[in-house]
């Protein structure tokens, strides 16, 4: 089974060796007969056989990233729920990788709903971790989208890119965001909803993709979680002040899409999509 989104992926040999070898790695049988594709991610796709979730850098420049943030991985502490832990050692081809991890089970939350107290309790076992063991391998905050540099890549490279008539909103959602004054600072974990967050039986039963956590405003995990399951939880979820900076973080959700398309010089028709869909929600 195949969930594709037409992102760039490795050339078709180099792949298949990655997967034969991945898979070897983990213990696993090296060509599966059933194998699950999730392609959902901008930077690896994942696939799952057995009880092994490989995952394959998409490009040679994002490897370095991969590795990384599997040591966030393999460096967490017990969790109330499951992560993606290393399984056997990374496989490398020309430059580009693959990392099998632990297959964690459960099904991402149909989106636009959710119940209170298991989403609190998600938002406090991330934000209360302890960051000095993690701090070697966390991300710089806003790396998605240029990190240190992220305010010139959106408004250089970025807005240029936009239809005239919607650069004046994308700057002013530009603004927002340089002018945001967290009230604290947390291991945020960067990407909190949809498909990086399983559940099972009710409960949250895993956490995946912990590739742009970085010590960060709690209010952008707030954002991705509230977007998720729906706006009107955010006001149950925190306070008023953290949810007015959320909103900040989720109105500049397709401008930080684009930002990270250039930044990884993905093809023409890849950013043409992005484009499209980021001119949707300013427009909206």
Known sequence: MTTETRYVRPPQEILDTLLEEGFRAAGEATHPPDPTWIEFGSSTLVVLAGRTALRVARQPSVAAELNRAQALVDALPALPFAVP????????????????????????????????????????????????????HLAQPRSFMGGADWEPVLRDRVVPLL????????????DALAGLEPGEVVVNHGDLAGSNVLWHHGRVSGVLDWDLTALDDPAEDLASLASWHGWALAHELADAA??????????????????????????ADELARVVARAEQRLAG
Do not use: K, M, W
């Open 85 to 136: 832990e290393t399984t056997g050692e990374p496989v490398t081809i020309d430059g580009y990788q693959a990392i099998p991890t632990l297959r964690v089970e459960g099904e991402p939350h149909p989106p636009h709903a959710g119940d209170l107290e298991p989403l609190r309790d998600l938002l406090e076992a991330v934000h209360s971790l302890d960051a000095s063991p993690l701090r070697p």
């Open 163 to 174: 239809s005239p008539n919607l650069q004046g909103e994308a700057r002013r959602r530009i």
């Open 242 to 267: 953290t949810v007015a900076r959320a909103d900040v973080f989720r109105r500049s959700v397709g401008l930080q899409q684009i930002a990270f398309t250039l930044l990884q010089d993905r093809p």
